[in-house]
């Protein structure tokens, strides 16, 4: 059977009131240990589950912040590449720039030795390698070209006077009339003769003759190739089976005759150059590779023989090439280099950052070319000594570096828009999560200085409600005094 104790109403109360206190001293205790004043949702389901989801939100921000940090590094390392590649071609500029102002040409003297050439049989100087080529151009010694006509000159007419119709003979050769061709009209009325005189009155001297055999002859002494043509009445060359002269033995050229038609060959042009240094024949090789002159005796003279001479290369040219290479070789190596994290923009790597949560909002960031910022994409090919051996050659190639210079300031443009957007997305994402922060502490924290304030006043209570308590029971005491 149970048994009860039975309380007055005082000590009862007195005790209600002390565990009210001590469940709310305990409350406040751990509002105090944990700083907030909602632990679960027991607590208060609508800030729990509120600030639950405001906080869940926050965190999915911040970890898509670190992935906004990785790509402002990324485009970071790709801006170093892009701002180390402008100085290398720069640097290429400043190559090429050196190279079209070299001047260092290669060049020998020869004595011309007329009598060892002669006139006894055709004798040449010949050129092969350096701008040349593998194929050797030869200019005659001692040679004249010769031109003769078939007939009279003309399709129609007599043959005793040799007149034909209406017409135009051109005639060109690289030492008349500055290689320029010169055109002479031929009339309805103009016997050979006459044709003869108008075309030494266009040349300024005697190139043209009548042979025996009423035929047009055009004889030059010197060793440049004629070539003629003729328009409308005028049948081709007037009168002229071949339309090129061939060459015959004639007298020893002089140095300037030869320097004349060396100069004006179209196979040497702007590949050698020759000048009369003194009397003497001189040959500068315009090229980075070296030049062999052949007709060159043992004795070092132009004398039509089987012997030759070298003539070095431009080397400040040609150690320009290798330097230009170099620096293209680092261009390639520099975009390569040029990764974060294993992304590399200047390769043509994409990156894609996400600004949400739900990743409906993002940016696809990648370099303008797909293939990245190299010297292929940027039309930088490698550099030939043939290359800069010309400098209408080295003009194109300035010219190229410069576009390829407006290319990478342009993707370094874009690059920079990019980045100021990911840096413009990094501040408000953080102050998104400042904002969802604060929110959800807002409400779940607890006042520090009211749970302190709290805390004192239960304890005091508490106390009190002690004392009570004592004094409701020593009310019932006073009945043991009755049986002492």
């Given at each position: 059977m149970s048994s009860s104790v039975t309380l007055t109403a005082g000590v009862r109360n007195n005790l209600l009131a002390l565990q009210q206190t001590t469940a709310q001293e305990t409350t406040t205790q751990q509002r105090l240990a944990t700083g907030k004043k909602v632990n679960s949702a027991l607590d208060n389901p609508t800030n729990f589950f509120t600030a639950a989801a405001l906080s869940a939100r926050s965190s999915e921000l911040t970890n898509l912040l670190d992935s906004m940090t990785n790509g402002v590094n990324t485009i970071n390392a790709a801006n170093n590449g892009l701002t180390s590649?402008?100085?290398?071609?720069?640097?290429?500029?400043?190559?090429?720039?050196?190279?079209?102002?070299?001047?260092?040409?290669?060049?020998?003297?020869?004595?011309?030795?007329?009598?060892?050439?002669?006139?006894?049989?055709?004798?040449?100087?010949?050129?092969?390698?350096?701008?040349?080529?593998?194929?050797?151009?030869?200019?005659?010694?001692?040679?004249?070209?010769?031109?003769?006509?078939?007939?009279?000159?003309?399709?129609?007419?007599?043959?005793?006077?040799?007149?034909?119709?209406?017409?135009?003979?051109?005639?060109?050769?690289?030492?008349i009339n500055g290689g320029t061709a010169v055109s002479v009209s031929v009339a309805t009325t103009d016997v050979i003769s006459q044709v003869a005189a108008n075309i030494n009155a266009a040349v300024g001297y005697t190139l043209a003759t009548v042979s025996s055999g009423n035929k047009l002859v055009l004889t030059d002494?010197?060793?440049?190739?004629?070539?003629?043509?003729?328009?409308?009445?005028?049948?081709?060359?007037?009168?002229?089976?071949?339309?090129?002269?061939?060459?015959?033995?004639?007298?020893?050229?002089?140095?300037?005759?030869?320097?004349?038609?060396?100069?004006?060959?179209?196979?040497?042009?702007?590949?050698?150059?020759?000048?009369?240094?003194?009397?003497?024949?001189?040959?500068?090789n315009l090229s980075t590779s070296g030049l062999t002159v052949s007709g060159v005796g043992s004795s070092g003279k132009v004398d039509g023989s089987a012997g030759s001479s070298s003539i070095a290369a431009n080397s400040v040219r040609s150690n320009l090439v290798t330097q230009f290479n170099?620096?293209?070789?680092?261009?390639?190596?520099?975009?390569?280099?040029?990764?974060?994290?294993?992304?590399?923009?200047?390769?043509?790597?994409?990156?894609?950052?996400?600004?949400?949560?739900?990743?409906?909002?993002?940016?696809?960031?990648?370099?303008?070319?797909?293939?990245?910022?190299?010297?292929?994409?940027?039309?930088?090919?490698?550099a030939s000594n043939t290359e800069f051996q010309t400098n209408s050659s080295l003009d194109s190639r300035l010219q190229t570096l410069h576009t390829a210079l407006t290319t990478v300031a342009s993707q370094a443009s874009a690059f920079g828009s990019n980045l100021s957007i990911v840096q413009n997305r990094q501040d408000f994402t953080n102050n998104t999560i400042n904002t969802l922060t604060t929110g959800a502490d807002g409400l779940t924290l607890a006042d520090g200085n009211l749970e302190g304030a709290n805390m004192l006043a239960l304890q005091t209570r508490q106390q009190l409600s002690i004392t009570a308590l004592s004094l409701a029971s020593q009310a019932n005491q006073a009945v043991l005094r009755l049986f002492g």
């Open positions: 590649i402008t100085t290398t071609i720069q640097s290429m500029e400043a190559t090429v720039t050196q190279a079209r102002q070299d001047a260092s040409w290669q060049s020998t003297s020869f004595t011309v030795d007329s009598t060892t050439i002669g006139t006894s049989s055709l004798k040449s100087i010949g050129f092969v390698g350096g701008a040349v080529g593998s194929t050797s151009i030869t200019v005659g010694l001692n040679d004249a070209e010769t031109l003769t006509g078939v007939t009279t000159g003309f399709t129609s007419g007599a043959a005793s006077t040799g007149a034909g119709t209406t017409g135009t003979v051109t005639i060109q050769a690289a030492d002494a010197g060793p440049s190739q004629i070539s003629v043509g003729g328009t409308a009445g005028a049948d081709a060359g007037v009168g002229f089976t071949t339309t090129t002269s061939s060459a015959t033995v004639g007298a020893v050229n002089s140095v300037d005759t030869l320097v004349t038609a060396i100069n004006n060959n179209t196979s040497l042009s702007g590949k050698i150059k020759a000048s009369n240094n003194a009397g003497q024949l001189q040959i500068t170099q620096l293209r070789d680092q261009l390639d190596k520099t975009a390569s280099d040029s990764s974060f994290n294993g992304i590399n923009l200047l390769t043509g790597d994409q990156l894609k950052l996400f600004f949400n949560e739900l990743s409906t909002s993002s940016l696809t960031i990648q370099s303008t070319n797909a293939t990245g910022v190299n010297s292929t994409a940027l039309s930088i090919g490698s």
